[in-house]
Structure formats: structure tokens, C-alpha cells
């Protein structure tokens, strides 16, 4: 259909701005927006005006400014099932985010498939065109923080950027270089988007294969625990829903995907004053962390002590990695875990998300997810002491589990490098506690218990190890 005239793009771009600051994938809700100004980046190809591509720029106090990215389609009349997906009206014209509209989502698929693009677009092909379902119907996907999805059939995802960075995109990048390398543990990159801006390439979109019979980490790690807190005179071990397997095959793939990204992006060393540097970052994030969460007084000269113990590491091999692993973040097939979105995390500049760190970080992530997951029952309920032992336990038998996996392929354990480890868990968990004090009181305790644990454990020389 051709687009209805709007009266004024001044006014659709105020429509645009305004809406955009509501959406649950909008990072500045918290901060002061002293400017805010909507633009047309480009129709998608083949939909004539059908499918607009808008960007907002968002300025904050302090000169801060993030983009966003609105896919718009305009209707003539009120279509009750896009009623959620409104952004605004001007007149006669109804304006909806086009990635609800049935009708309008092919468009991204068919200019994948093309491989083809009009500037300042561009669309790559990384897979067939025969494996791109341009004919299929599809259905965004609930619960997602940073960006927003839509399913195609049992085939293929589209994930499109919302906030967005100059320069590839960390999720593309990774995924096309494991794609070509065959890698087996993540989902196939089937193509993406881009496009040019005054201020240089953006990624817009992608699109993935879609594991149809796949199962969420998270979930399965929940199952687990709800089966060890019904069973009150059983262990860990003992019940049918031990995850203790799983969390070994999860670390083996871990250190798997490690192996292939030093392959396909390759290693160095951090050198002393480098990782003071990074030790001293840390040092800062936990000061502003004890602004916020006076809890964290206790524990603090012990996580002092973590950081200063990292910086004395040196040297220290570092590579690409995942940079936000978690078990939210992996998919149980029937075959193997995969690992998903390698964007890394969405509150870092993307210069930070495409850095090279050491694979331990990865691992930290993926024990403080355990912690999450042991403790999750307990959470907003008065657990009896035996419930808080069944927790611990379950933590305890995971952690070493996907450490014992990580170590099987890696050749060293994780906990042979306790002091890098501990500080990178203790950097991950006082985030945690930022987070929660501000979104989920009732969830601080876990971080809390975990930073407890780290700031008092017994140091190992390398003479007593051995």
C-alpha cells in the first residue's frame, strides 16, 4: 500500500521521540534527557514507504548521547491487533512499531535473502537464500530487555538493535566469524543488516537459525532447584533433577568456544601496568557501588584486597570472549548447549564490549548465574535453615561441576587462578548489588552473600599450592 501523508515530519519525529522514552528497551529512563530530536533514516528496500527506519537521539546531562533505533509503518485506519504496538496518531494516520505487523516483518527477510541493499542500507547474505523463510509468518518474542526479536516459523530469528553503536556490532561480529569457522555451539548466522550514518556504520539487525526444541539454561537450572527443595532429606546428588551433568558438559563447551574465538580473533598478554589499570577500574565501580549500598562496608578492605591481587597477576592472557554469560544466555538442544547473543553488556560502549579480557570473566559470570539460580526459591519467602543448606548446596555442586567441565578442555582449572577469578567474580556481583538495591531489594542478600564469601577467603600462595 502506499504511505498517507503525514502533515508534518516534524511532528511525526516528536510521535516517535516520545513514545520511544516509554519502552521497557529505553536504557535513560533513570537519567536527565535535556534533548531529544527524531530523524528517517531510510525505508526498508522493496516496501516503497511502507517500512521507515527512524533513529532517535537521545542527549543527557553531561553531553551523553545514545541512539535508538524505531522501525515505523504508518495505516490509514486503527488496527485493533497492532492497538499494543501504537506509537502515535497524526490526523487520519495511525503510526505502529513495524516489527508487530505481520505484514511488514518479511521485508527484513526478503532484503537478507537479496543480499542486496540502497544506500545508506546494506544487506548481507551469510548463509543460502534458500534458508532464509521469507514466506514465513512471525511472532515477536516477549522478556527482552535491550532489544526486540521476532521468530519466522520453526527457522529462523530476526534480533533488531535498538540502542545503537557505531562501528559491527559484537553479536554479528562473533557470530559470523564462528559461523564460518563451523562452530557447533552457537545458532547459525543466517545474514544482518547495516546501514551508514553521518558518524559511521551502525548494525541494525540480524538474522540467526532458530532452535526450535531448545530449552533455556535458566529454566533448567530452576527445575533443578525446585526438585532438591521438595526432596527434604535428600542431597544434591540424590534427586532426579541433578544438574551436576549438565553443568559439566556446560563448562566443557565454555572452554570450547574460548579455544575457537582466540583461533578466529586471537590472544595476547596484559602487562602489569594494564592490569593495575583494570584493577583500579574495579576499584571504581565498587566505590560507586558503596554510595548506593551501604551493605557493602563490610566486605569492603576484603574486596580491596581481591583487586590489588588481580593487579599483582601479571601477566595475563586475554582474548575475545562472551563478556555477558550467564545461564540466560544458553540453550540446552538435544544435542548440546549453545550459547547465545554475544553482544556483550548493553550498559557498555561498544569499544568496551569488543576489548579483549581473559576467558575467566565468562567463567565469573557463569558462576555468579549459579548463585542466582540456587537462590531463587528462598528469595521473597522465610526458607527454613534447610532449604538455605539445599541452596548452598546446590551452588557449591554446580560451580564445580562446570569448573571441573571448563577444566577437562581447557587443561587448568579456574580455581587454579583463584585471585583473578575472585576479583572478577567480586566486580560482577557488586554490579549485582547496584542493580538490585535499585530494581529487586529483595534480591541484594544474594549478591551480598556472595561478596561476603569472596572478601573472606583464605588466600593460597603459589608454594602452599603446590
Known amino acids: 500500500m502506499s ?4 502533515q508534518s515530519p516534524v ?61 515505523l509503518v504508518r495505516r490509514e485506519s486503527f488496527d485493533d491487533s497492532l492497538a499494543h504496538a501504537l506509537v502515535g496518531q497524526l490526523g487520519s494516520v495511525y503510526c505502529y512499531d513495524a516489527l508487530w505487523d505481520k505484514a511488514a516483518t518479511p521485508a527484513w527477510l526478503r532484503g537478507i535473502a537479496s543480499g542486496r541493499g540502497e544506500p545508506p542500507l546494506r544487506f548481507v547474505l551469510t548463509a543460502d537464500a534458500k534458508d532464509i523463510p521469507v514466506d514465513a509468518t512471525s511472532l515477536v518474542l516477549g522478556g527482552e530487555q535491550s532489544n526486540t526479536s521476532a521468530v519466522f516459523g520453526d527457522a529462523a530469528i530476526l534480533k533488531v538493535f535498538r540502542r545503537l553503536d557505531v562501528g559491527h556490532n559484537p553479536d554479528i561480529e562473533i557470530h559470523e566469524a564462528l559461523t564460518y569457522a563451523g562452530a557447533r555451539h552457537i545458532a547459525r548466522l ?24 531448545a530449552t533455556n539454561g535458566w529454566e533448567l537450572a530452576k527445575i533443578s532447584v525446585r526438585d532438591l527443595m521438595a526432596e527434604d532429606d535428600l542431597h544434591a546428588d540424590e534427586v532426579g533433577g541433578d544438574f551436576a551433568g549438565e553443568a559439566f558438559r556446560l563448562g566443557h563447551t565454555t572452554a570450547s568456544m574460548h579455544a575457537e574465538l582466540a583461533a578466529a580473533f586471537g590472544m595476547t598478554e596484559l602487562s602489569a601496568d594494564e ?17 548506593e549500598v551501604p551493605e557493602l562496608a563490610e566486605v569492603e578492605a576484603g574486596l580491596r584486597r581481591s583487586y590489588r591481587m588481580f593487579a599483582g597477576t601479571a601477566p595475563l592472557t586475554v582474548q575475545r570472549i562472551h563478556g555477558d554469560l550467564h545461564l540466560g544466555q544458553v540453550l540446552r538442544t538435544s544435542q548440546r548447549w549453545v550459547f547465545l547473543d554475544f553482544e556483550g553488556e548493553p550498559a557498555k560502549s561498544i569499544e568496551e564490549r569488543r576489548a579483549l579480557d581473559s576467558p575467566l570473566r565468562d567463567v565469573a559470570g557463569m ?11 528462598v528469595i521473597d519467602s522465610s526458607p527454613t535453615p534447610r532449604a538455605t543448606e539445599h541452596a548452598d548446596e546446590w551452588a557449591i555442586r554446580n560451580r564445580s561441576a562446570f569448573c571441573a567441565g571448563y577444566a577437562d578442555v581447557s587443561g587448568r582449572d579456574p580455581d587454579e587462578d583463584a585471585d583473578v577469578l575472585a576479583a572478577y567474580e567480586a566486580d560482577k556481583a ?33 608454594e602452599e599450592r603446590s
Open 3 to 6: 504511505t498517507p501523508d503525514v
Open 11 to 71: 511532528e511525526l519525529a516528536d510521535v516517535v521521540a516520545n513514545w520511544l522514552v516509554r519502552q521497557r528497551w529505553f536504557a535513560g529512563k533513570s537519567r536527565e534527557i535535556v534533548d531529544i530530536k527524531a530523524r528517517l533514516l531510510a525505508p526498508l528496500p522493496g516496501t516503497g514507504q511502507e517500512v521507515e527506519l527512524w533513529l532517535v537521539d537521545v542527549t543527557y546531562a553531561g553531553e551523553d548521547r545514545e541512539t535508538y533505533q524505531v522501525p
Open 190 to 213: 543466517l545474514g544482518y543488516l547495516e546501514a551508514q550514518t553521518e558518524r559511521g556504520p551502525v548494525s541494525l539487525a540480524m538474522l540467526q537459525e532458530y532452535l526450535t526444541t
Open 275 to 291: 592490569m593495575t589499570e583494570r584493577a583500579t577500574r574495579m576499584e571504581r565501580r565498587l566505590d560507586i557501588a558503596l554510595a
Open 367 to 377: 558462576l555468579r548465574s549459579f548463585d542466582y539460580a540456587a537462590n531463587h526459591q
Open 430 to 462: 557488586v554490579y549485582e548489588t547496584v542493580y538490585e538495591a535499585r530494581n529487586r531489594p529483595s534480591w541484594l542478600p544474594v549478591p551480598v552473600a556472595s561478596l561476603g564469601r569472596i572478601a573472606n577467603r583464605e588466600v593460597v600462595t603459589e
